[in-house]
């Protein structure tokens, strides 16, 4: 009988993941029994464009009315 690892355990699926549906990706990331550092980095990295650009229209809205 063979064991077979979760998806999330997989590196490549967590970065396939994380490109496309980053909510998954993110959330396999943190199922999975990876370091707390590499957890905390790429988070920052999938979620930063995302917070940047909200409040970049945020901000960008408020000026121009």
Same mark, same amino acid.
Request: charged letters at 10%; hydrophobic letters at 55%.
């Given at each position: 009988?063979?064991?077979?690892?979760?998806?999330?355990?997989?590196?490549?699926? &967590? @970065? *396939?993941?994380?490109?496309? $549906?980053? +909510?998954?990706?993110?959330?396999?990331?943190?199922?999975?029994?990876?370091?707390? =550092?590499?957890? &905390? @980095? *790429?988070?920052?990295?999938? $979620?930063? +464009?995302?917070?940047?650009?909200?409040?970049?229209?945020?901000?960008?809205?408020? =000026?121009?009315?």
């Amino acid at each position: 009988m063979t064991v077979q690892t979760p998806w999330y355990e997989k590196t490549v699926w &967590i @970065v *396939v993941w994380c490109i496309f $549906v980053w +909510p998954v990706g993110l959330y396999g990331m943190w199922k999975s029994s990876r370091a707390l =550092v590499w957890k &905390i @980095v *790429v988070t920052l990295a999938v $979620v930063a +464009p995302y917070a940047i650009s909200l409040l970049t229209s945020l901000f960008t809205q408020t =000026v121009a009315q």
